[in-house]
């Protein structure tokens, strides 16, 4: 299988550095960790800490992961990349961030610098979608541009369940734990998504709310978000 070239880790570079306008910072604390996002202005750091209001069960879900856990990270839309730093400072993961989003590739790129984990996050700039129309995770796993996942975070407005069936081979792995999915599927999307990964061996976790309205799962007791 050969990738395209930008399916390549992104190039960190001074120029990149500073390409994600900082006008304003928001500094996150939860259990003596600190995360500090760089915003492109006070109104971008308000609806920020707005969302992070709502983001109990994925930032539950990542302190659940093991110290030095390797996640794959797909984050579809505009972003600044908390989870992928949450993760690094918080369980000193090492992150493989998917984003194909320029300006958040960028942030997430400038915010991991800022909390001193650039070396734990690698960024690839790609768009997935199923490998049929597009890149996908297992063609990624497959070329060895990441690992085989064991934890695994898709946050997609749209093609989540798309992006999923690009991972199949992923997910079905035995090394496979854990997948936080936040998908803007309808209700019957979600459920047709949670019944196709029940095919996989994932099931919801009810400590999460059951595969409805914010949950997890896998063999090991994965994960589910929507």
């Keep these: 299988l ?8 992104a190039q960190r570079s001074n120029a990149e550095l500073m390409s994600a306008p900082v006008d304003a910072q928001l500094v996150f604390k939860r259990r003596g960790v600190r995360v500090v ?4 202005s006070d109104e971008n750091a308000q609806q920020m800490q707005s969302g992070l209001g709502h983001e109990s069960q994925a930032i539950g879900w990542l302190d659940a992961l093991p110290l030095g856990a390797t996640l794959v990270d797909v984050d579809v839309g505009a972003g600044a990349g908390f989870h992928a730093a949450y993760a690094a400072v918080a369980r000193k993961a090492t992150v493989h961030a998917i984003q194909a989003d320029a300006q958040s590739r960028a942030a997430l790129t400038a915010n991991a610098a800022a ?3 650039a070396n734990q996050i690698t960024v ?3 768009a997935l979608i199923d490998g049929t129309h597009g890149l996908c995770i297992d063609q990624l796993v497959a070329a060895g541009s990441i690992p085989q996942p064991r934890f695994m975070r898709l946050d997609a407005a ?7 069936r690009g991972a199949t ?10 997948l936080l999915v936040k998908c803007g599927d309808d209700a019957a999307g979600r459920t047709q998504t949670i019944q ?13 709310g059951g595969g409805q309205q914010g949950n997890a799962a896998s063999s090991e007791g994965p994960y589910i978000t929507f």
């Excluded at 996989?200 to 400590?207: E, I, S």
């Design 37 to 40: 996002l760089g915003l492109a």
């Design 124 to 126: 690839f700039p790609l």
């Design 169 to 178: 081979s992923a997910l079905s792995s035995p090394r496979f734990a854990s």
């Design 158 to 164: 749209d093609r989540g369940s798309e992006i999923l």
């Design 196 to 208: 196709w990964l029940g095919t996989l061996g994932l099931l919801p976790d009810d400590k999460l």
């Design 2 to 9: 050969v990738l395209p070239d930008h399916a390549a880790p």
């Design 115 to 117: 909390n001193q984990v």
